[in-house]
T-cell receptor, first 114, second 115 residues
Framework: DSGVTQTPKHLITATGQRVTLRCSPR?????VYWYQQSLDQGLQFLIQ???????AKGNILERFSAQQFPDLHSELNLSSLELGDSALYFC?????????????FGPGTRLTVL | DQQVKQNSPSLSVQEGRISILNCDYTNSMFDYFLWYKKYPAEGPTFLIS?????DKNEDGRFTVFLNKSAKHLSLHIVPSQPGDSAVYFCAGRGFYGGSQGNLIFGKGTKLSVKP
């Protein structure tokens, strides 16, 4: 158990819909990262937050957005969903969001778009 | 453009033997390389890392070797145990998306250790 929690574990929805994935970092960690793992892809970095502020952006679509709240939990919002958005979405946290930090991953949310 | 490549989707070894997982990269800006292990229905777990200025790092049964000139690294597990059966991801760490520290992962290699 990494100490990172993600809800829900599974999510099934239809094309065109909007969903919100939630992540609670390990106690004391200030930085949160979001990754997407599609069927034939490795984990793709989406976005990073540090203490409520966006720090870095990766391959995140414009239909996707995220935020980190004052209590440090983070939400990833996916809108106008397409079939290709079906994937595992992982959240990771680290103490300071610095490159020397180890990232600790949550168990993931499996999103299925029908 | 895949900056980190794990060309073997799967590997099967006998318990007690050596497992060698390979990884190639194209980005010379990576300053650290990491290996993560992932069991089904769980998130990836950090296993071992190596700085780009080193050529070897060892932690118990796990050793990572880095060949910078070949842009190649490998993870050796000796001896392999059935509990090592998992998907192993290689990742490079460096500047990405405007900030340092973010990880670029390969697609993973599924290791099966047979009793």
């Amino acid at each position: 158990d990494s100490g990172v929690t993600q809800t829900p574990k599974h999510l099934i929805t239809a094309t065109g819909q909007r969903v919100t994935l939630r992540c609670s970092p390990r106690s004391g960690d200030l930085s949160v990262y979001w990754y997407q793992q599609s069927l034939d892809q490795g984990l793709q970095f989406l976005i990073q937050y540090y203490n409520g502020e966006e720090r870095a952006k990766g391959n995140i679509l414009e239909r996707f957005s995220a935020q980190q709240f004052p209590d440090l939990h983070s939400e990833l919002n996916l809108s106008s969903l397409e079939l290709g958005d079906s994937a595992l979405y992982f959240c990771a946290s680290s103490p300071r969001g610095q490159k020397t930090d180890t990232q600790y991953f949550g168990p993931g949310t499996r999103l299925t778009v029908l | 453009d895949q900056q980190v490549k794990q060309n073997s989707p799967s590997l099967s070894v006998q318990e007690g033997r050596i497992s060698i997982l390979n990884c190639d990269y194209t980005n010379s800006m990576f300053d650290y390389f990491l290996w993560y292990k992932k069991y089904p229905a769980e998130g990836p777990t950090f296993l071992i890392s190596i700085s780009s200025i080193k050529d070897k790092n060892e932690d118990g049964r796990f050793t990572v070797f880095l060949n910078k000139s070949a842009k190649h690294l490998s993870l050796h597990i000796v001896p392999s145990q059935p509990g090592d059966s998992a998907v192993y991801f290689c990742a490079g760490r460096g500047f990405y998306g405007g900030s340092q520290g973010n990880l670029i992962f390969g697609k993973g290699t599924k290791l099966s250790v047979k009793p």
